[in-house]
């Protein structure tokens, strides 16, 4: 019988080991969302992490009588490799941050780190063990396997081999898996006593990338919103400007006091009262003309002229 198996308490299934051979993680790849009632969410989700519903074609049954809508997907990768160490990851979302299970493994030694955000509430230092990361059904099924199967002279190959068979027959037991998996490996040459400062360092590291893509995505967020906002403003019927001046096919119209001009990326070209260039494809203009938006469609009030812009014309507010 094992006896260092480490239990997490998350919603996958990450098993690790980390020895004096080096490291080897293996994770299932399935991610599921719920779409509905809140308390019917969170019925389906214990039936689901508890065993009471036993595979995928119960788990859709049982969705559709909670009118729960359901996205599955097998392709989420949990585990991966910085440097010498393989890093697996769980995490749920709060009511404020996201909260983030990692196990670091590499050889002679781990680090499980808290994170809520990219901010570390804890960190678990040792140095050999077995470590499961799942719902209490996955938990539970992949100690009894590894009680059975597991034998100390593995190679890390092997345990590769053992914990995919694993994570695969228990996808037989419960909809929380998938068939999907992965496995990593690393074994660098590393005594215990260098091992957990270069897990020190990679921990600060990665933690630091988090914390820059989290940052990089609240931005890109902010700047979809604006676009959102800015989107919803656009010109669909009104007044624009009038023409005051005409080179050939090109005029120059100032703007509205309530029209601004947008290129194709949304960046501010011109502002109210300012100019903004144009293209006569059919017709003839004339300075003065009002320029307008009727039916859709940019043209000169009271003529059959076809105009072009490669603008994005938008109200003040």
């Known amino acids: 019988m094992i006896k260092n198996i480490k239990l997490g308490d998350n919603m996958s299934l990450i098993i690790a080991y980390m020895g004096k051979k080096g490291c080897v993680m293996a994770s299932d790849k399935r991610r599921i969302a719920y779409f509905g009632d809140k308390d019917n969410r969170e019925l389906l989700e214990q039936e689901i992490y508890s065993g009471t519903l036993t595979n995928d074609i119960e788990l859709y049954n049982r969705a559709e009588e909670l009118d729960i809508v359901l996205k ?168 624009i400007g009038k023409i005051i001046s005409i080179d050939d096919n090109i005029i120059h119209v100032k703007l509205n006091s309530d029209i601004r001009a947008f290129d194709t990326n949304w960046k501010l070209l011109s502002s109210p009262n300012e100019e903004v260039v144009m293209f006569v494809d059919n017709g003839s203009a004339s300075i003065g003309d009002e320029i307008v938006i009727e039916n859709e469609t940019l043209g000169i009030k009271g003529k059959s002229v076809d105009l072009s812009c490669n603008i994005i014309l938008c109200h003040l507010k």
């Open 72 to 239: 599955v997907s097998d392709d989420a990768s949990k585990i991966k490799t910085v440097e010498d160490v393989v890093v697996g990851e769980v995490s749920s979302k709060g009511t404020s941050e996201t909260k983030r299970k990692r196990i670091y493994g590499t050889t002679n030694g781990f680090q499980i780190v808290q994170l809520s955000g990219s901010e570390i509430i804890s960190v678990e230092k040792g140095s050999s063990s077995i470590i499961l990361f799942g719902n209490k059904i996955t938990k539970k099924l992949a100690s009894e396997a590894l009680n059975k199967k597991w034998k100390a002279s593995f190679s890390l190959k092997y345990m590769g081999e053992l914990f995919g068979e694993i994570i695969e027959d228990i996808s037989s037991k419960t909809p929380s898996l998938g068939k999907q998996y992965d496995v990593l490996i690393k074994n660098p040459k590393l005594s215990k006593d260098e091992t957990q400062k270069y897990l020190d360092n990679i921990v600060d590291m990665d933690v630091k990338l988090l914390a820059k893509f989290r940052s990089k995505l609240r931005e890109d967020l902010f700047k979809q919103n604006e676009i959102i906002k800015l989107a919803a403003t656009i010109v669909e019927e009104g007044s």
